[in-house]
């Protein structure tokens, strides 16, 4: 894989107390998803920590949705658009939002940690073009999800389904 740089922004504080090895999750979760990127390039992507407050401005004015939500993905360019020489393809940014991540750990029975991780290698694939918009694509990218999840460690979200 090509060197892939991480930078995280930690908006809301709670978050380094809900989770005290915040980098080292969001490293290893990130870099599962990231899989075999090409090894000629560069990649960076961003990953900001913040509250139900920031997800759901975010997702009120990209989305149309005026509520908070888990995890939202915003890919920073087409397959079409120039990398400058020597500079890292950009990814595009995950934005988490506390409350909601630890009410949903809550009601799955799940550790926050590992759900995290799930919601992170779910908006890093979505930073690589997976989306679930058809019932195919949908599988697709949750059998992806759950073998980035296995190479962690992390129990297959959706035993249930595949």
Known sequence: ????????????????????????????????????????????????LGDDARARSLNRDWRGKDMPT????????????????????LLGDIVLALETCEREARELEKPLADHVRHLLVHG?????????ETDADAEDMEREEIAALA????????????
Do not use: C, K
């Open 1 to 48: 894989m090509g060197a892939l740089d991480i930078d995280v922004a930690v908006e809301a504080e709670a978050w380094e107390a809900a989770l005290p090895d915040l980098q080292g999750l969001i490293e290893q979760a990130v870099r599962a998803a990231a899989g075999d990127l090409d090894e000629a390039d560069a990649y960076e992507v961003s990953v900001v």
């Open 70 to 89: 888990n995890v939202l993905s915003f890919p920073a360019s087409d397959d079409d658009a120039p990398t400058l020489p020597g500079q890292p393809v």
């Open 124 to 132: 890093m694939l979505h930073l690589l073009g997976f989306d679930h």
């Open 151 to 162: 190479a962690i460690g992390v129990a297959n979200p959706y035993p249930d389904r595949v």
